[in-house]
């Protein structure tokens, strides 16, 4: 998608703040963070949104979210932390390229 920015951030045409890749996801810090703490995770390919998953996604809807803790811990959330997933206009989704937020720590400036 030529107009998708976590695709040039996915490609490395954007500078993020990197915290996480491997073939297929990455991970990275929001520009706008909730918390002391706020990684976003996303697929390298475009997906929109949740709900444009299909069947053969699974695998990599497990590998977001199974990555979530481990970078919770490795960012010092040891007490836990939140995800979140906006999904469409309706669900308060701005970036239409599919990610999963991951949050924590300190005063949170925004209640999700
Ligand atoms: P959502 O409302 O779920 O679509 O959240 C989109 C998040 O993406 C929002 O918390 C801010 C973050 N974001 C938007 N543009 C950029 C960007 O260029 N770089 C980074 N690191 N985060 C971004």
Redesign the pocket.
């Known amino acids: 998608m030529n107009d998708c ?1 976590f695709c040039k ?1 996915a490609a490395g045409q ?1 500078p ?2 990197k915290v996480y890749e491997d073939d297929e996801v990455l991970a ?5 963070p ?1 918390a002391r703490v ?1 990684v ?1 995770i996303i697929p390298k390919m475009h997906i929109a949104t949740l709900s444009d998953c299909l069947p053969e996604h699974q695998a990599l809807l497990g590998r977001m979210l199974w990555l979530a803790p481990r970078l919770a811990r490795e960012h010092g959330l040891d007490a836990g932390f939140k995800t ?3 999904t469409g206009r309706g669900g ?4 239409f390229h599919l ?1 999963v ?1 991951v949050f924590g720590g300190g005063d949170p400036v925004r209640k999700s």
């Open positions: 920015i951030i954007l993020s703040g990275f810090h929001d520009i706008h909730f706020h976003l979140l997933i906006n308060g989704q701005e970036v990610h937020h």
